[in-house]
Every structure is written in structure tokens, then in C-alpha cells.
């Protein structure tokens, strides 16, 4: 036991150091010879020290570096960051590489993949003019889809003067798409360059799309109103005074999408799912007699549109009667990639008719947009022994509920009714039972 124990605090460092990561990232790919960007060299899930930034030469550090550090709890998970943040002005345009930085982290160095930035020379926009430093895009993840597929339809903002608030006028209504909004994408703000400009991006709206049916699907243009702060030259736009607000509207071009029909070749375990899917099963018994009914659950997750997914039918043998499968449960929630998942548990209930020793092997077939084909999920065989129960077949109503049969019961027919002799109220009885209260009071005062 104390060599397992020993074994086992020695492995732990290890453990913990396979979930640490050192990533380097930067706010732009593309940047203008006057403008900045940052770069963060960011170290998870592990405590660093000896940090080794890469040479940096061919920037101007206007900022850096600064370090910061946060603690995030999901669902009892607890994962930490500490990042390392420069703010760079290029020197000359053309095509550089940011080296790779190191630091030393649970017993040992990691390194951040290398990064390559582009300058260019870019334009200036007049600044007296707001409308032409600002647009709205509608961008899709895909032009192309089939019925049922997840599509993201993000709603970014590019923008080179400040905004302090904005609002939605008008949507569109996605006709041919079931759609939900997302509301737990966790996107920066980051600088592209758009035909010699740099842009300050920003994603303010993600909607989930799921097709209906086929064909040229349009979105209409989505219509926001901005808050644009102005500078009117005076000492006012200083500390403790507010700037002025200039009220712009904006609006997204219309998009269209192609929504393709399913293959034809579709497997008999195929009922609807579309997308990345998973299906587990679970039996509640695998001895069982013919009084019995074994429970078979099916559990599917995904990120194609889970209410199009139906209960898969099941080839069973003639010496079970199988029940109509019941949705027990059906939910969709946003994952950490921005995306909707779907989860979906449904039951089948299984009444044996026959001893012996069955074998059985459900399957869940879903179609993968990316690779253009169905792929059908055949679980393990689940063996089930069958012994003969006390009951006999015909003691059984195989087409009734159980529940039912003990809370139902039939009406009688042949039911004798006969008049009372006589009216309780006026009764010798009733009278004897009223004053007995009294009575006892009587004697409890006496």
C-alpha cells in the first residue's frame, strides 16, 4: 500500500503539469505603420516564474510588460490565468514574426508558438465624418448547409471612432430557420484591416440557426442605432464632463444560404439528428423474468437542432412486447465554443413474453455535414437472461398500462341500491350524540 501511495504522489506532478498551457495571442493579424496592437502571453492552470519574453526588435513597446491574473469556478472546475501583455507600434511594413517566450512551470519550460503579424501602410479616414468610420457585417460560419444543421450567424461591428451604447431597431425573423440567440460567446475585441483601414471589431449579437427546409434561405439586414462619441474642441470634453453623442444608424447587409435536402440513403436508425452527435445506453437490468420489465435508456448530445431528433426504433425479438419510447427529457444549452448543444433522454420499456437468453444491440445513426455522410453508432450487445415468472401470460394485459391497472377500476353494474328507514337528523341516535358534549362538561364542573 505504501508503495502504491508513493507511486502515486509521484505521478501527481505530472498529472498536473499535462493540463498546463503557455499560448501566445494577439489582438490583430493585420496592422497599419501608426496604429498598436497587443500581444498576451498567457500561462493557465499553473503557477510561472522565469518568464522570457521574445525579442521584440522590430516594435516600439509603447506599454509592457503587464502582468494579470484571475481564478475562474464553472461547475466546480477551477482553472487560473496569469498573462504577460505588451502593446507594440510597428516600425516599418511588411511581414514579421513574434519569437516564442518561455517560462518555467511545474518542474519544467514552457514555450508559446510563434506569431506573425503583417504591417501595412494604410489610409487616414476624415474623423469629421462618423458614418464612414463605422459598418455593421452579418457573417456567417457557412454559406452552405442542410436541413437541420447549426449555422452561427454573428453580428459584428467595425468601428474606428468610440461608441458608447448601442440598440437594436429592427431584427429579421429567420423565416425557414428555427433560431435562439446566444448569449455566453466570449469574443475580444480585436483590429482588422478592411481596404487600408484598421477597425476596432466587435461581436454585439450571435444568433444559433437550424434550417427548416430547402432552398436559397434570405436574412434581412439587421438595423442598430449608435451612440457615437464626438469631439467638439472645447475644454468640456475633459475630466468630470461628459462628450457629446451623435446618434448614427447602421445596418447589416443581406445574406443568403444554401439549404440542401439529405441524402436519400439514409439508414433505418436515422431519425432527423444532423451534426456532431453522441448516444450512450444504459440497461436498468440484465436478469430479468417474464413479470419484469427491463428499462433501456437512450441518451443523445449534439449540436444539430435536438427536437428533429426522434426515438430510434428497436429490433427486438418476438418474445418481448416493446412500449412506445417516452422522451423523458429534452434541453439545449450554450457550450464554451459559442455553439448550442442539444441533449435528449428517452426510455423504452421491455416486457419479456418468453424465457431464455436474448441478445440485444440498439443503434443511433446521425448525418456529419462535413463529411457528406450518414455514421451510425452500434452500441455493445446488452445480454438478457429471461426466467419464467409466477405469473401466467394470460394474467398479463400487455396493452395496458401498469399504473393504470392498479389505479382504474371498472364501474359496477349490478349495484343494489334500498331507501333509508329513516332520517339520521331526527334520530334517537343523533340526539344522544349532541348532548354527550354537554354532558361531559356537566360533570366535568360538578
Known sequence: MKR???????????????????????????????????????LK????ENFAPPSLDDFIIAAGPSRSMSTTIINGKV?????????????????FTIGSASI?????????????????KGKELPKNNAANRVFLRAELNTEKAVIGQQIVLDYKLYTA?????????????????YAQDLRRFDVPLTREVVKGVQYVTKILKRVALFPQQAGELTIAPLQMELAVLIS???SRNGFLFNRPVQRLLVQSDEVKINVESLPSDAPKSFTGAVGSFDATYATSRNEASTDDVVSLRLTITGDGDIKRVQPPALTMSDSFEVYDPKVLEEATYENTDGKLTGRKEIEYLLLPKKPGSYQLQPAFSYFNPDTGRYITLNHDVFSINVQQGSLRPSDIDLNADAAA???????????????AKENFFNATNFWILTALPFLGLMGVIL
Do not use: C, M
Not at 79 to 95: D, I, M, V
Not at 410 to 418: E, G, P, R, T
Open 161 to 177: 471612432i468610440d461608441i458608447d451604447s448601442y440598440s437594436i431597431l429592427e431584427e429579421s425573423d429567420y423565416q425557414g430557420f
Open 4 to 42: 502504491k501511495l508513493t507511486f502515486f504522489i509521484w505521478l501527481l506532478p505530472l498529472l498536473v503539469s499535462a493540463q498546463a498551457s503557455f499560448e501566445a495571442s494577439a489582438d490583430a493579424r493585420q496592422v497599419l505603420l501608426n496604429s498598436y496592437f497587443t500581444v498576451n502571453f498567457t
Open 405 to 419: 391497472q392498479q389505479d382504474i377500476r371498472f364501474i359496477k353494474l349490478d349495484a343494489k341500491l334500498h331507501a
Open 104 to 120: 518555467r512551470a511545474n518542474g519544467r519550460t514552457l514555450r508559446t508558438d510563434p506569431i506573425k503579424i503583417e504591417v501595412l
Open 45 to 48: 492552470n499553473a503557477e510561472g
Open 232 to 234: 467638439d474642441g472645447s
Open 79 to 95: 482553472s487560473k490565468e496569469s498573462a504577460y501583455s505588451y502593446t507594440l507600434q510597428p516600425k516599418n511594413t511588411g511581414k
